[in-house]
C-alpha cells in the first residue's frame, strides 16, 4: 500500500502515491497545471480539457485531472503543444459565450478571465453565433445567465455528490447543451433548496449571488470567517462585506469541519435581517403604557433600581433570567454569572427544550 | 453528540428517529446521503411524517406520534431475541442488562405493532439492519425528546446502541442534533437552574466553593425554576422580576394564552433583544443587542465543537453586544465587570470550566476544537465514550411505554404535531426578515393527509380551523401526503398563526420539557 511510484513531471524527479492522478501530484509538488472543471471532491471528468499535459510516449496530451500516474512516466505541463491546445481550448471559450467583464460580478475572480490573462490571449479568434438565453432572475437569491456558462459541470457534481441535492444535471446536445434543473424548470420552479453551492462551484459569472450584484467588486470585498447563527451544526463561512455591510454569504472548503464548504438555505440568504431598518438602536423604557426611547444611562439606573427593590422586597428567587441559545458562550457565562452572584438566584434558564 | 458530524458519513448504518434531517440540519442531511449514495449506508427511518429522509431510506416505520418506546423497545426484543446484541460490550462495559431484557420481553413486534401500527415484519427488519451493522449512528432531534416521556425516549435510544455496542466507536454513537446555533454552549455554560458550568451542580458544596471564590460572591445552593416553571411562578404572582436575553417565549413556549398572562402579571419584564419581538412588546425596558456579526465570541457546535464567531459589521445606533450589557449593568448594580473584549471572558471560562480549559481563541482561530479539552495540549475529542463511559460502565434502563398525555377522542378526534420548516428558524424573527427564504416560504401551512382533506371537504389552499383544549386558530390548509390520516402538522415560525396556542405544555417529569410533538386537535373548514 505504501510503496511510492517515481515519475518526473518538468524534469523534476517526484515520489507519489499510486491511484493519485498527475493534477494532484503536480499540485502538491507546486507545479501549476491550470483547470476549469476539476473541482475537489468530486468525480474528475476531463470535460474542459484546460489541464491537458505532455506524457512520454503518450498516442496524444492527456488531461491530467483524470490520468492515474504511472512508474517512470516523464510528464511536461508547459511544452509548446501543450500551450497551444490549452490556448485553443480557453479561446474556444471564450468565443463562444457572452463573456464581457465589464458589467460581470466576477471580474478580478472569474477563472476563464484568468486563464485569458495566464495565456495571453488578445481576443478571441472564432466567430461563432452568440447563445441566446434570457437571463434567469425571476429568485431575489440566485442570477442564472447561461449565456456565460462554460458547461463545466461543477454546479453539477457539487448539487449531486457534495450536497446530494440531485436537481441540478446537464440537458440538450452539441452546441444547445445547457445546464439546469429538470424540464428546464427555472430555479423557483424547481425543488431546489436554495443551498447557493452551485453558486459558490461556478469558476465563470454564469451564476451569481442576486443580491449582491454591482454592491462590490471581488477586491472590495472584505470576507469574515464565522459561524453561522441558524442551527446546531456550526457550518463555517465568511461574510463578504462591502461598504460596511454583508453582501453575500460564501464558504470556503479549505475552513474543513464541520461543513466541509456546505451550506443551507437560512445560511446562504437568511442574513437580511442584519441590516433590516426594524433593527432595536435605542433603549426603550415603557412610560404612561408606551415604549419611549431612553438613553443607556437611564435606563440602567431604572433596570438596577428595580430588580434591587424587588430582591429587598420578595427575596432573589422572586427575580428569574432566561438565557439564550442564540447568544455566545462568553455571554451566556456571563448571564448566569450575573444571576447567580448579582442577583443570588439559580432561576436561569434558557430554551434548550424548546 | 457523542460522535463527529464526519463520521455519519462513513457509519455502516443510520438510524434517523424524530429528525426531519434534510430542513432541519441540512448539511448533516447531505452528510446522510453521501453515506448512502456513496459508501453504501443503510438507513432507517422512524418517523410519523414523510420526510425528506424517507426517499432515502432502506426501510421506513411509520408509527403513530408518540410511541416511540414502544417502537424503539420492539427493535430491542427483536435484537435480544434473535441473539443479535454484542455480548462481549454487554457483559463488559455496560450494567442493567437483565432487567432491561425483562422489561423487554413483552414488547414482541406483534405487542408493539397494535401500539404504533408498524407492521411487525418491518420491525424484525429494521431491528436486523441495526444490529448488523458494524457501526450505527443513531440521529435524533426534538421529535424524540419533546414528549411527556422524552427522557424515556432518549434513554431507550441509548439502550439500544449499547445493546448493539455502538457507543464509543467510530461512527457508531447516540446523536441528538441541537437545533440552535448555541443551544450546547449555553447548557455548558450553566444557564441552566441546576448547573454551573460544565455541569458542574449548584447543590454540591464543593463545586459551589470553587465558583464562590473565583467570583467573589455567595452563591445559592438551591436549584431554580426550568422555564415553564419560571412561566408558572409568574403566573402566581411568586416570580416579579423577569430578564429575557434573546429568547421569544411568546411564540415559542407552549400555551401562549398561559404565557402572555404570566408576563402580564410581572412587575418588572426585561428583554434584551436584536428586534421588538412579541415578548418585547410586553416588556417594560427594552435593551438592544448586536447580532452576531456584529460581535466577537464563540459558539459550540452540536458535536460539542468550540468555534470563533467574529465582528463583520458595527452595530446599528446605539445597539450593544450583549456581553457588554450584562457587564455593564452588573456593574451598575454593585458588582464589577470590566472585561476588555470577549476573549477575555473566554480566559475566565478556561479557568472555571474543566471541559473548556485547554479551548483558547489562539488554538481555535483556524478550526474549532471539541470539548472535552482539558488543557491547552488536549486535541480535543472526537467521539465520547471511547473506551468506558463517564460514569464507568454504561447504564441500561428498564422502560416502560407511555402513552402521551393528550391523545386524540371524539371531541378533538386528530394529533397535532408540530416542527420547523427548511426556509425558517424558530420564531422567525430572522429569516421571515430575509427576502429569498420569505420568496420560498411566506406563510404558515398546516399540513393535512389528503384523505383527511376528503373528509373534511377541503382543498389545498382553504383555510382551516385548528382547535385544541386551550386555543384555536385559522390557518391555510396545504393537502399533501407527508403527514399520517389522522395526523396534522403545523410549523411554529408564524406568530399570525401561532401553533403553540394549541399545543400542550404537559411535561417530561425529568427532562420538563413540553409535549410540543403530540397534542388532540379538531380540524374544521373555515
Known amino acids: 500500500m505504501d510503496q511510492k511510484l517515481s515519475l518526473t513531471i518538468n524534469g523534476k524527479a517526484i ?32 470535460a474542459c480539457r484546460v489541464c491537458v499535459v505532455e506524457v512520454e510516449n503518450a498516442r496524444s496530451l492527456v488531461a ?5 500516474i504511472s512508474h517512470g512516466m516523464v510528464v511536461m505541463t508547459n511544452t509548446e503543444r501543450v500551450l497551444t491546445a490549452r490556448k485553443l481550448v480557453v479561446e474556444l471559450l471564450w468565443s463562444s459565450g457572452d463573456h464581457n467583464c465589464l458589467q460581470c460580478e466576477k471580474n478580478g475572480n472569474c477563472e476563464l478571465q484568468d486563464l485569458v490573462y495566464e495565456l495571453g490571449i488578445e481576443k ?24 456565460k456558462c462554460i458547461l463545466c459541470g461543477r454546479c453539477v457534481r457539487v448539487c449531486n455528490e457534495i450536497q446530494v441535492h440531485e436537481v441540478l444535471d446537464f440537458s440538450m446536445r452539441g452546441s444547445r447543451a445547457k445546464v439546469g434543473p429538470a424540464f428546464d424548470e427555472s430555479y423557483i420552479d424547481s425543488n431546489c433548496v436554495f443551498c447557493g453551492s452551485c453558486v459558490d462551484a461556478c469558476p465563470v459569472g454564469a451564476l451569481t449571488f442576486k443580491q449582491a450584484r454591482f454592491k ?20 463555517q463561512m465568511d461574510l463578504n462585506v462591502a461598504d460596511g455591510k454583508v453582501i453575500k454569504v460564501t464558504t470556503d ?13 437560512k445560511g446562504r440568504f437568511g442574513m437580511d435581517f442584519i441590516d433590516s431598518p426594524d433593527r432595536l438602536k435605542t433603549p426603550l423604557i415603557r412610560k404612561n403604557g408606551e415604549l419611549q426611547e431612553a438613553s443607556w444611562e437611564e435606563t440602567y439606573d431604572y433596570v438596577a433600581k428595580k430588580l434591587a427593590s424587588i430582591r429587598k422586597k420578595s427575596g432573589p428567587d422572586s427575580i428569574a433570567g432566561l438565557s439564550s441559545a442564540r447568544v455566545t458562550n462568553e455571554e451566556n457565562y456571563l448571564f448566569q454569572k450575573f444571576m447567580r452572584a448579582v442577583i443570588g438566584t439559580n432561576n436561569v434558564d434558557h430554551c434548550a427544550r424548546l | 453528540m457523542t460522535n463527529s458530524i464526519e463520521e455519519i458519513e462513513f457509519s455502516d448504518a443510520i438510524l434517523a428517529i424524530g429528525t426531519n434531517t434534510t430542513e432541519n440540519h441540512p448539511v448533516i442531511g447531505s452528510c446522510v446521503k453521501r453515506a448512502i449514495r456513496q459508501h453504501g449506508a443503510k438507513l432507517i427511518v422512524i418517523d410519523p411524517r414523510k420526510i425528506g429522509l424517507v426517499d432515502y431510506a432502506d426501510i421506513w416505520l411509520r408509527p403513530k406520534p408518540g410511541t416511540n418506546v414502544a417502537i424503539l423497545s420492539g427493535l430491542m426484543n427483536v435484537i435480544i431475541e434473535e441473539g443479535l446484541y454484542a455480548k462481549e460490550y454487554v457483559a463488559e462495559r455496560t450494567e442493567g442488562f437483565e432487567a432491561m431484557k425483562e422489561a423487554l420481553a413483552k414488547y414482541t413486534p406483534e405487542f408493539v405493532s397494535e401500539i404504533t401500527g408498524v407492521a411487525a415484519e418491518d420491525i424484525r427488519t429494521a431491528a436486523r439492519l441495526y444490529a448488523e451493522a458494524k457501526s450505527a449512528s443513531i440521529l435524533y432531534a426534538m421529535g424524540v425528546t419533546q414528549h411527556s416521556h422524552g427522557t424515556d425516549n432518549v434513554k431507550s435510544c441509548a439502550n439500544l446502541a449499547m445493546l448493539c455496542g455502538n457507543v464509543g466507536i467510530e461512527g457508531g454513537g447516540v446523536n441528538p442534533l441541537r437545533g440552535q446555533n448555541n443551544v450546547q ?6 444557564a441552566l437552574p441546576n448547573v454551573l458550568p460544565a455541569y458542574q451542580q449548584v447543590a454540591n458544596d464543593e463545586a459551589r466553593a470553587k465558583f464562590e471564590r473565583a467570583w467573589s460572591a455567595s452563591l445559592p445552593a438551591k436549584p431554580g425554576l426550568t422555564i415553564i416553571e419560571i412561566m408558572d411562578a409568574a403566573h402566581r404572582g411568586d416570580i416579579k422580576g423577569l430578564y429575557i436575553m434573546g429568547e421569544n417565549p411568546m411564540i415559542s413556549d407552549p400555551d401562549l394564552t398561559h404565557v402572555e398572562a404570566a408576563l402580564k402579571n410581572l412587575d418588572l419584564l426585561i428583554v434584551q433583544d436584536i428586534f421588538l419581538t412579541e415578548t418585547g412588546g410586553l416588556a417594560d425596558v427594552v435593551l438592544p443587542s448586536a447580532c452576531f ?10 458535536e460539542r465543537r468550540v468555534q470563533r464567531v467574529r465582528k463583520a ?12 450589557i450584562i457587564s455593564e449593568l452588573s456593574t451598575k448594580m454593585g458588582y464589577a465587570m470590566s472585561y476588555a473584549s470577549a476573549e477575555a471572558i473566554m480566559d475566565e471560562i478556561n479557568a472555571v470550566t474543566p471541559s473548556y480549559a485547554g479551548i483558547t481563541y489562539g488554538r481555535i482561530e483556524k478550526e474549532g476544537l471539541q470539548w472535552p479539552c482539558p488543557n491547552a495540549e488536549h486535541p480535543g475529542t472526537k467521539y465520547l465514550h471511547r473506551d468506558k463511559f463517564s460514569r464507568g460502565l454504561g447504564l441500561f434502563t428498564a422502560i416502560e411505554y407511555r402513552p402521551p398525555e393528550e391523545v386524540p377522542d371524539e371531541e378533538y378526534p386528530f394529533f397535532l404535531t408540530t416542527g420547523r420548516v427548511l426556509y425558517h428558524f424558530h420564531t422567525a424573527t430572522m429569516t421571515r426578515r430575509s427576502e429569498g427564504l420569505v420568496e420560498r416560504c411566506p406563510e404558515s401551512l398546516a399540513e393535512v393527509n389528503p384523505k383527511d382533506a376528503e373528509k373534511l371537504g377541503i382543498k389545498d389552499g382553504d383555510f382551516v380551523t385548528v382547535t385544541s383544549r386551550r386555543g384555536s386558530l385559522k390557518v391555510k390548509a396545504s393537502v399533501i401526503e407527508t403527514p399520517p390520516e389522522g395526523t396534522i402538522f403545523m410549523n411554529f415560525h408564524f406568530g399570525e398563526a401561532a401553533v403553540n396556542l394549541l399545543t400542550n405544555p404537559a411535561l417530561d417529569p425529568v427532562g420538563k420539557i413540553p409535549e410540543y410533538k403530540v397534542c388532540a386537535v379538531k380540524v374544521e373548514a373555515a
Open chain 1, 15 to 46: 515520489e507519489a502515491s499510486p491511484g493519485q492522478t498527475i493534477l494532484e501530484v503536480a499540485r502538491e509538488n507546486g507545479i501549476h497545471i491550470p483547470t476549469l472543471c476539476y473541482y475537489k471532491g468530486t468525480t474528475n471528468v476531463g
Open chain 1, 253 to 265: 472548503r479549505e475552513y474543513g469541519r464541520p461543513n466541509q464548504g456546505m451550506l443551507c438555505s
Open chain 2, 293 to 302: 456579526a456584529e460581535k466577537d465570541g464563540t459558539f459550540t457546535n452540536t
Open chain 1, 64 to 68: 491530467s485531472c483524470c490520468m492515474p
Open chain 1, 216 to 235: 462590490g467588486r471581488p477586491w472590495e470585498i472584505e470576507k469574515v470567517h464565522t459561524t453561522c447563527p441558524y442551527c446546531g451544526v456550526g457550518c
Open chain 1, 124 to 147: 478571441p479568434g472564432f466567430e461563432i453565433a452568440p447563445l441566446e438565453y434570457s437571463i434567469e432572475d425571476t429568485n431575489s437569491m440566485i442570477q442564472r445567465d447561461l449565456n
Open chain 2, 313 to 324: 459589521v458595527d452595530a446599528p445606533g446605539g445597539a450593544k453586544a450583549d456581553w457588554q
Open chain 2, 185 to 190: 454552549g449555553a447548557c455548558d455554560m450553566g
